[in-house]
């Protein structure tokens, strides 16, 4: 019968498509199992175990969230204004932004760094660097806000930072791109990169006791692409290792033209031994330059900006011993150090293999002089007389790699998208995961230290296409959480970041929670323009410059009517807010104030700046709501035209309405 | 035998340790209200001193405004100059009692003891009472027929606010004593008929 064969033959096609369809590989979204939402489940009301800080990217600022839960918590403004909490915006914030270019009100914040102590985090400080125009922050972490940001001369783009030695001696900086020494004789033809073009490293010191960087020195080397770098630690301790590409020199279609050479470089160097030679005053003194230092003081609530013109140069062709080049295949990314110090893992991001370094052969082979020659006048050490060996086969694209403490790494794979686990020993190949999608950076808690807390890997993904619900054509980037106890690694989490994660640290919540601060103490404010209570709150005319001394406390301002202002004068509120109470910040905001809004913490004074452009009543009120009566807090204040005669005036509850006359 | 109007060895020790826990008591909080609210999941404390208030004052009178409730001061307060001597006292008299080894001076410690602490307390209800009462017409926050008298002991809702009032270290001391002279006292009444019947 013909309807019988059409329905077998009917039959026949659906079973064959469907056939077809599950020869096609499984997709990634089952890829979840088990317990995974116990595992990353933190119940409301009950704290994470880790504080992740993740950089935020071209957003500028460092994020803070919580692990495993993936809650954000905060986001800290480092080199980027941040309305919300009035960065850059107050007359105490806008020097934090400044550089020798001006005020620069941008940056993208690429890596971050918690402060150690015998090469562990001490849970003091987050370093964070500016990629951009080269700078490197300090962010405290009693505050959770940056306390410092130093410019860098000599740098064009500071990328391979702000990475730190095993307690917090230095912070360093390899200028992106190689770029001639800042002055007059940088005016050269773009294509002289080769007798030019300088690459230098800084070193930053940091102050035990208070955090405070300072640019020790710099070593000068021949002009290259320094990529990312890691301080020795344990064996290795007084070294320091960067990674390079465009060893070929090129000045354009680097896509190409840097990507020729089967290896570049890792630059080794001695740290100790660039101490003595500065001791011995083998450093040459430059003061030619321009580059600023800005620190905020909790004390006076104000940042203050200071031009700097000096610093030292060593010149690493010149100084002995001082620097070694080790061959890394194929324009080398991360450079990651194992925790005991031993052994030094090179990722080249075009490489099919992934060279792990052994620092006692490096030794071995300075000592002996195994080296196959020279580059820009800096010997350059044998490959195989620097191996331990090398990862077979491991992925495609390799970048970073972190320690998860049992004598394995995780390497992140940005072109195959995935996570690979090996032994370093063996140099064999354990597990392997995908990541959804194209990791850049990775981070195991603690995994650049000497005792990483091999719990969890997380991977922070450049793609997340089909993860989450789409947001029109920018879509968010991702974080994501993977249990590493076992042997397998399981997925557990995906979570969105805000700009783009590239590294990031997380510590134990205990090292960090119990020093966070509640409130700055009123009696230690130090601020020029800070209002001890309520009856020391006025308005001072001093020409055409107005300052408004106010206080906030629940609910209301002091003062909260003020007459006298004329148009065109350069009104500044110092509001200081009384309130001794943690979690008890109010803000301010005007109409008109072509600025942004200001929030006060509790014992702070911070001040705004308002232009009235026009005559007429303005309100202003408090930003955040702050009690049962935040709308009630709001006040008024008396435009009148240049010139005027209506005196200066301001009360609180006492102006009371007049009746009319008429 | 000793003469039976004398005070038993261990008794006279009692007292004086109760007369140098008094002198501690001087030093130490001997009530507290505790506060917690949505807005203060991690609460609120008032300790009261003999001589002073501690805790977190300044910010329990910055939200006594809403209500009207008057701000809250020591130097308002008589009491605070004169509970440092009368404890003092009190402590004196407990070691005197030991001292002078007298029985009937027991019978009288503890009574007056007692009504010190009666009257104390009473003095605190009124205390509570007028703070609880005497509101600002002016206040923000009016609800009709609300007082915030907080207890004199134990727990009780005020709007937002649980208050829970009970005896601080320095409180607990003083009571202590007072049972102890209690007992001292009942234990000493019943020796004499003892001796009598043996």
Redesign the interface.
């Known amino acids: 019968m013909n309807f019988k064969k059409y329905v077998l033959f009917g039959l026949a096609t659906a079973g064959m498509l469907l056939s077809f369809e599950s020869c096609k590989p499984k997709g990634a979204g089952n890829a979840v199992s088990g317990n995974a939402a116990e595992k990353t489940y933190v119940a409301p009301g009950q704290y994470d175990e880790f504080y992740n800080f993740a950089s935020g990217g071209f957003s500028g600022q460092l994020s803070v969230y919580g692990l495993p839960s993936g809650r954000l918590l905060r986001v800290i403004p480092v080199f980027s204004l941040d309305p919300e909490k009035g960065w850059g915006f107050s007359e105490e914030t806008k020097p934090m932004l400044e550089t020798s270019h001006g005020s620069v009100p941008w940056d993208d914040l690429h890596h971050v760094q918690l402060s150690k102590t015998d090469g562990d985090y001490d849970g003091r400080w987050v370093f964070a660097n500016a990629n951009n125009t080269p700078r490197i922050a300090r962010i405290d972490l009693t505050t959770f806000r940056t306390a410092e940001i130093l410019e860098l001369p000599n740098s064009g783009g500071n990328h391979s930072s702000p990475f730190i030695t095993e307690n917090t001696e230095y912070v360093v900086a390899g200028t992106r791109f190689s770029v001639p020494m800042d002055g007059e004789g940088g005016d050269v033809p773009i294509n002289t990169y080769k007798q030019n073009f300088r690459g230098t490293l800084s070193f930053v010191s940091v102050n035990k006791d208070n955090g405070n960087m300072e640019l020790a020195f710099q070593i000068e080397t021949p002009g290259v692409n320094y990529d990312l770098s890691r301080a020795g630690k344990g064996v290795s301790h007084g070294w320091f290792f960067f990674s390079t590409y465009n060893t070929e020199q090129a000045n354009t279609l680097l896509e190409v033209n840097a990507s020729k050479n089967d290896k570049d470089f890792v630059l080794a160097v001695n740290w100790k031994k660039a101490e003595e030679y500065l001791k011995a005053g083998k450093g040459k003194k430059v003061s030619n330059l321009k580059y600023v230092h800005n620190k905020y003081d909790d004390h006076t609530h104000t940042a203050t900006s200071t031009l700097k013109t000096e610093t030292i140069v060593l010149n690493a062709e010149e100084l002995e011993g001082l620097c070694y080049y080790i061959p890394c295949p194929k324009s080398p990314h991360g450079v990651d150090v194992d925790p005991s110090g031993e052994y030094i893992v090179g990722s080249g991001k075009l490489a099919a293999l992934i060279p792990v370094f052994s620092f006692s052969k490096i030794q071995k082979a300075i000592a002996g002089k195994q080296f196959e020659g020279e580059f820009g006048g800096i010997p350059v050490i044998k490959y195989e007389a620097a191996l331990h060996g090398e990862v077979e086969k491991p992925g495609l694209g390799p970048l970073h790699t972190e320690f998860d403490g049992r004598g394995n790494a995780i390497t992140s794979f940005f072109v195959s998208s995935e996570l690979v686990k090996w032994n370093i020993k063996d140099l064999k190949i354990l597990d392997r995961v995908p990541t959804f999608y194209s990791v850049g950076h990775l981070m195991i808690p603690g995994g650049d230290t000497k005792s990483p807390e091999g719990k969890y890997v997380v991977a922070y993904n450049k793609i997340t296409k089909d993860r989450f619900l789409p947001t029109g054509p920018e879509l968010a980037h991702s974080a994501q959480i993977y249990d590493i106890s076992g042997d397998k690694m399981q997925l557990l989490l995906d979570f969105p970041t805000i700009g783009e994660p590239h590294y990031a640290q997380a510590v134990k919540a205990e090292k960090v929670k119990d020093r966070s601060l509640k409130i700055f103490k009123i009696e230690e404010n130090k601020h020029p323009f800070f209002t001890k209570g309520e009856n020391e709150a006025r308005v001072e005319r001093k020409g055409n410059d107005v300052h408004v001394y106010l206080t906030t406390?629940?609910s209301h301002f002091a003062p909260d009517n003020i007459e006298g202002i004329q148009q065109g004068d350069n009104v500044y509120f110092h509001v200081t807010n009384i309130?001794?109470?943690?979690d008890m910040p109010h803000g301010f905001a005007i109409k008109g104030a072509r600025n942004g809004e200001l929030l006060v913490l509790p014992g702070e004074t911070q001040t705004l700046k308002w232009v009235p452009d026009r005559i007429g009543i303005f309100p202003f009120y408090c930003t955040d709501f702050c009690?049962?009566?935040h709308q009630?807090m709001q006040g008024y204040i008396r435009v009148s035209k240049k010139g005027s005669n209506v005196p200066i005036t301001y009360s609180l509850g006492t102006n009371q309405p007049v009746e009319k006359t008429n | 035998m000793k003469t039976s109007n004398q005070i038993s060895l261990v008794h006279r020790i009692l007292l004086i340790l109760c007369s140098v826990a008094l002198v501690v008591v001087i030093f130490l909080p001997i009530w507290r209200i505790e506060l917690d609210a949505a807005q203060y999941p991690?609460g609120l404390e008032l300790q009261i001193f003999s001589y002073k208030l501690a805790g977190q004052v300044?910010?329990i009178n910055?939200?006594n405004h809403?209500i009207g409730m008057k701000t809250l001061h020591a130097d308002d307060f008589i009491e605070f100059t004169v509970l440092p001597y009368i404890i003092g006292f009190f402590a004196l008299a407990f070691f005197a009692v030991a001292i002078a080894n007298k029985r009937k001076y027991v019978y009288l410690l503890f009574i007056a003891f007692l009504l010190f602490g009666v009257v104390a307390m009473v003095d605190f209800y009124v205390w509570e009472y007028n703070y609880g009462h005497n509101l600002d017409p002016n206040a923000?926050?009016k609800v009709p027929g609300m007082a915030y008298q907080p207890p004199l002991i134990g727990f009780k809702q005020l709007l937002n606010f649980g208050a829970y009032s009970i005896p601080d270290i320095g409180g607990w001391l003083f009571i202590a004593s007072g049972l102890i002279i209690a007992y001292c006292a009942i234990q000493e009444w019943r020796k004499p008929k003892l001796i009598k019947e043996s």
Do not use: K, N, T
């Open positions: 406390i629940r309130e001794q109470d943690w009690s049962a009566l009630e | 991690e300044d910010i910055g939200l809403y923000p926050i």
